[in-house]
């Protein structure tokens, strides 16, 4: 079993539809991370949490610590949301990822 | 302030070869931590460093090894490549050891043949 789960794997939505992408994780962590990833690679850190809910624009990330699992949101998507997600667990020294969820955002 | 930068860009090598990726890390960052991400998975942690020592190390071989510099820049370096070894390898820099936010840089492609 992987240490972290990411759900759903792909994901395709309408311009203007709320999204919801979701992570589960087996360890006690100190933080979790969400990350986007473009093509080409480039890894930009959207949000760190280690309770609670952050928000940064039309972005939303929860994290349940006692359920193990966070869910990131994103309001009234856009094409250029369309991207990798991927949800990243810090424990000791180390980050563990998510195999990622790809979004799709349609115009 | 220049971000996280990894030199080269794209690299091919052959099998058995020896190769060394660079990172630099964002001014006044001290930790550096490398990932290996094969095509269509996540990122896998290889190493971390902090004030020039290892912090941390994932399941990787004997093969990779890594070292930071008193500038704090760092390399990874590989030998004895295997095909299984084609991957883009990221680095990436925070302030302190973890938790702290890490910044990515664009990554190095590593194609072996």
């Known amino acids: 079993k992987n240490e972290v789960e990411q759900s759903p794997q792909n994901l395709t939505a309408q311009e203007g539809e709320f999204i919801t992408i979701n992570c589960s994780y087996s360890?006690?962590?100190?933080?979790l991370h969400w990350l986007q990833q473009h093509p080409g690679g480039g890894i930009v850190s959207l949000f760190m949490?280690?309770?609670g809910k952050k928000k940064h624009g039309r972005l939303i990330a929860t994290i349940n610590i006692q359920e193990k699992h966070s869910s990131l949101h994103i309001t009234a998507s856009h094409p250029r949301d369309s991207a990798v997600y991927i949800c990243?667990?810090?424990?000791?020294?180390?980050?563990?990822f998510g195999a990622g969820t790809i979004l799709r955002v349609k115009s | 302030d220049a971000g996280v930068t990894q030199s080269p860009t794209h690299l091919i090598k052959t099998r058995g070869q020896q190769v060394t990726l660079r990172c630099s890390p964002i001014?006044?960052?001290?930790?550096v931590s490398w990932y290996q991400q094969v095509l269509g998975q996540g990122p896998q942690f290889i190493f971390q460093?902090?004030?020039?020592?290892?912090?941390g190390r994932g399941n990787f071989p004997d093969r990779f090894s890594a070292r930071q510099f008193p500038n704090y820049s760092s390399e990874l370096n590989v030998n004895a490549l295997l095909l299984g070894d084609s991957a883009l390898y990221l680095c990436?820099?925070?302030?302190?050891?973890?938790?702290?936010?890490?910044?990515f840089g664009p990554g190095t492609r590593l194609t072996v043949t």
């Open positions: 001014s006044g960052h001290k930790s």
């Open positions: 990436a820099s925070s302030l302190n050891r973890a938790p702290y936010e890490q910044y």
């Open positions: 460093y902090y004030e020039k020592e290892e912090r």
């Open positions: 990243a667990v810090e424990y000791g020294n180390k980050l563990v």
């Open positions: 360890v006690g962590i100190s933080a």
């Open positions: 949490l280690s309770s």
